[in-house]
């Protein structure tokens, strides 16, 4: 595309100064832009480098090595403003091009010098729609001046979209991506723009519940992973992920979700119902074959925002939750160990729990033995003889059966649980207790009670402990336990054990719950520690006080079990 001369002196290379403004001809879509941002560029050492690639022997790096000798002859006002006057018009004539032009402009750049000098390749078009920071609907198009040959003018054009300086906007960017490449976390920019698309067309078919139509169709979901694409991450992604750069992450969701399929759904559930984040535990399989728990962030773009930007976000949790799964087995062997040492306390208790009907065995057995002998054998006393045995036997073995289930390692189990029932399989253990030191017992059991969910034997073990300090509590004189159990109004099942000992000191009520604190010369201090341990994890509380009558009152509260 030529004109008509514009005459033109030669400009002074350190000021620019002393020379007449170039002054791009106005033709085609410069005629009707509302806005013009222009470059005039010295091409004469460049080229040779036209020459050789017009013929198809230029180098390789054509691009680079073609704008390696353009200059910038002359720039106007508004294309200062957007590149932001970095260093002036003054300063940027006679700079390489490429100094101020953004870096994704170069090839178009290029193409269009080779267009106006050399027409290559034949007919390549002297003008093409652009996309740009500053214009909407913007275009960019190629000049000559017959009378400066060595001269090419680029204009871009069209409506202001972002009257901001391209480098202030780069600037931005830059910033941002600085930041998200520093981030303590991984990272991963996501275009889930397909989505989009698919979400829209499902709401026209009137789809409002995405979980049930990605169970009746999982192909989407498998579909999904395949469309959206990672576009970014940073280097604490390329760490986790076992990776040594970018590109190896760039392309298809498909590994993120390699290892949780469900994971993927969640996701797709979130995006579909508008909601602004979605966070989850899950696990990844990295690149190099591992298998890591992370906690994944998920945050949506909504307008104004890059509808082509999404965040994902994960943090590496496996050396967390193996540490967390370490302190849990700590914590139950801790917690048997307690409970093997109160067994120990109860030795006397158990043994005579055991022997009672042991001896009811012997006895009945040695009475059916003599009914036998008779000459007309008694066959219906011994039958009634033989089902005491039987009943004998089995009283024995349910004793030996909560021995063991207190005693034994197991991991914790929760179940719905009647608090009265476990209450009464607790005083099992310390009847005796309570018996040969002549203690009077008064349980009331509060009706219809809500069911919990607990672990029984850990519940059983709170109780045991709490009768026990308090059978301990009473020496030398007539002494009192008070059990009682209710539905209290904030919706919790609560059990108080009142005790007729002399109470706690008021300088240890703050601390009867602490670890190695005791006021038995022989304890340890770890029981009431469990307990509170134990009755914590259930999601309730306890709490010691004392008695306005005298005695010491533990009170436990555990939630009651939701209604289904």
């Known amino acids: ?42 091409i004469s050492a460049a080229r040779s480098t036209i020459a050789a690639i017009a013929r198809g022997d230029g180098p390789t790096h054509w691009v680079e090595g073609l704008l390696a000798g353009v200059t910038i002859a002359d720039i106007d006002e508004n294309n200062l403003h957007f590149l932001g006057q970095v260093g002036g018009r003054a300063r940027m004539i006679g700079q390489p091009f490429t100094a101020y032009c953004p870096p994704e402009s170069w090839q178009t750049g290029a193409e269009f010098i080779l267009a106006a000098v050399a027409n290559y390749p034949p007919g390549a078009p002297r003008s093409r729609p652009i996309t740009s920071i500053a214009f909407s609907d913007g275009w960019a198009e190629v000049s000559t001046n017959e009378a400066h040959p060595d001269i090419v003018f680029i204009a871009v054009g069209g409506t202001v979209a972002d009257d901001r300086s391209f480098w202030s906007v780069r600037a931005s960017e830059e910033r941002y991506r600085s930041l998200i490449h520093h981030l303590p976390s991984a990272l991963l920019q996501v275009d889930s723009r397909p989505m989009t698309v698919i979400f829209d067309k499902l709401r026209e078919e009137g789809v409002t519940d995405i979980g049930a139509y990605l169970e009746a169709h999982p192909d989407l979901v498998g579909h999904s992973r395949g469309i959206v694409q990672v576009t970014d991450a940073n280097r604490d992604a390329l760490n986790l992920f076992g990776v040594s750069c970018v590109e190896d992450l760039i392309g298809p969701v498909n590994f993120l979700f390699a290892a949780s399929a469900d994971t993927a759904k969640r996701v797709i559930t979130a995006h579909f119902a508008g909601q602004r984040t979605h966070a989850e535990i899950t696990k990844i399989c990295t690149v190099d074959g591992r298998l890591r728990d992370v906690e994944m962030a998920v945050t949506y773009p909504t307008p104004p925002e890059r509808v082509d930007v999404t965040l994902i976000s994960l943090i590496d949790i496996t050396d967390r939750l193996r540490t967390e799964a370490q302190l849990r087995q700590l914590q139950a062997d801790y917690t048997r160990s307690t409970r093997i040492s109160m067994l120990g306390e109860l030795a006397t208790s158990i043994a005579h729990e055991v022997n009672q009907p042991l001896s009811a065995i012997v006895t009945n057995a040695e009475t059916s033995l003599r009914w036998m002998s008779r000459a007309e054998p008694n066959l219906a006393k011994v039958h009634q003889l033989t089902t005491r045995i039987v009943d004998s036997a089995r009283r024995a073995s349910d004793v030996v059966q909560r021995i063991r289930a207190m005693a034994a390692r197991r991991p914790p189990e929760r179940v719905e649980l009647d608090l009265n029932e476990v209450v009464e399989e607790a005083l099992q253990f310390v009847r005796h207790e309570i018996e040969s030191r002549s203690i009077k017992l008064s349980v009331r059991s509060g009706r219809r009670l809500p069911l919990v969910v607990a672990d029984r034997v850990q519940l ?71 307990c509170q341990s134990i009755i914590t994890a259930h999601g309730g509380g306890i709490v010691a006080a004392n008695h306005p009558k005298g005695g010491a009152i533990f009170r436990f509260a555990l939630p009651a079990a939701r209604k289904t």
């Open 1 to 42: 595309m030529s004109t008509a001369p514009v005459p033109m002196t030669k400009p002074d290379q350190a000021s620019g100064k002393g020379q007449e403004r170039l002054v791009p001809p106005r033709n085609g879509s410069m005629l009707f832009a509302e806005t013009i941002a222009w470059w005039a560029l010295d």
């Open 460 to 530: 059983q073990q709170v109780i045991v402990n709490l009768l026990l300090n308090g059978v301990q509590a009473q020496t030398g004189q007539e002494g009192l336990i008070e059990v009682s159990t209710v539905a209290a109004l904030d919706g919790t099942v609560q059990l108080t054990i009142h005790d007729g000992g002399p109470g706690i000191a008021n300088e240890d009520l703050g601390r009867v719950f602490g670890s190695f604190f005791s006021t038995k010369e022989e304890g340890i201090g770890i029981g009431l520690a469990i």
